[in-house]
Nanobody
Framework: QVQLVESGGGLVQAGGSLRLSCANSGRTFSRYATAWFRQAPGEERKFVAAVSFSGARTLYADPVKGRFTISRDSAKNAVYLQMSRLKPEDTAVYYC???????????????????WGQGTQVTVSS
């Protein structure tokens, strides 16, 4: 059974940094496209960043470009989201998502992903 577990969320002041981790069990993470999404209170879940199965290609939502970095560590079977220069508008529950395939047509589309974690809360205070 495939399980994704996020960790690393918390409370941080604006301008600070956090690193989220997504641990995968049940299969080899590095064979599948993976992404991070987030959902702020009262809003729909939105795309944050995606990484290809090899880690060679990444995609970012405009609000986080230049501040967030997605990466994967095949040896640890994990995917990370390094978040820097955090802003209050980054406050949300962050979800890790993984596809059943190596390549997806639209990495920013929720429906491309088959497995989801339970989410981790990130709160940025002003």
């Amino acid at each position: 059974q495939v399980q994704l577990v996020e960790s690393g969320g918390g409370l941080v002041q604006a301008g600070g940094s956090l690193r989220l981790s997504c641990a995968n069990s049940g299969r080899t993470f590095s064979r599948y496209a993976t992404a991070w999404f987030r959902q702020a209170p009262g809003e729909e879940r939105k795309f944050v960043a995606a990484v290809s199965f090899s880690g060679a290609r990444t995609l970012y939502a405009d609000p986080v470009k230049g501040r967030f970095t997605i990466s994967r560590d095949s040896a640890k079977n994990a995917v990370y989201l390094q978040m820097s220069r955090l802003k209050p508008e980054d406050t949300a529950v962050y979800y890790c998502a993984s596809a059943e395939t190596q390549v997806v047509t639209d990495p920013a589309e929720e429906s491309e992903y088959d497995y989801w974690g339970q989410g981790t809360q990130v709160t940025v205070s002003s």
